[in-house]
């Protein structure tokens, strides 16, 4: 069975099976960092607060990450506000409604729980994208910022590998 894990240059150079021919083409670089946008609510930007530095620090958070960024702290202050409304009101609410017959009184489930589970799915989806949780951070894919690559270096004899 084939691995669907694809080799990366540095290993097929270093096992003499690279070809320059059949590289893909390098991606674009972009500026790091991205700057918190103003229209995010208090609870958005406290999470962007939280979670940005630490993006940052792993080389993951880039400009063009901005609205990525932005979309998954607006979903998480959706979520805990629908939390919070589901703590205050509870899972299941008495609604009261008037029919032929008289007043009816019929318990139902609270709106809040549905709005909470499609906030939290797509808050998920973006964190997934920005390689937020344990599962999905192997997955990104980050490039050193030094344009030196040791294993070449050591190959060619060239750097500190020199004699």
């Known amino acids: 069975m084939r691995s669907t894990r694809r080799t990366s240059d540095a290993t097929k150079k270093a096992q003499g099976t690279f070809r320059a021919a059949r590289t893909r083409p390098q991606s674009p670089q972009y500026a790091p960092g991205a700057t918190r946008p103003k229209y995010l609510s208090k609870l958005a930007k406290a999470e962007w607060n939280r979670i940005a530095p630490i993006l940052e620090e792993q080389g993951i958070l880039q400009e063009i990450d901005q609205g990525l960024l932005a979309s998954y702290c607006t979903y998480y202050a959706n979520w805990q506000i629908c939390e919070a409304e589901i703590a205050k009101q509870g899972m299941v609410l008495m609604v009261e409604s008037s029919t032929r017959t008289g007043r009816t ?27 937020i949780s344990p599962l999905d951070r192997p997955r990104i894919e980050v490039k050193p910022n030094d344009e030196s690559d040791l294993l070449q270096d050591f190959i060619d004899g060239v750097g500190e590998f020199a004699d």
């Open 105 to 131: 009184v019929k318990p139902t489930s609270n709106p809040a729980i549905r709005n909470s589970l499609s906030f939290h799915r797509a808050m998920l989806a973006a964190g997934t994208k920005l390689g």
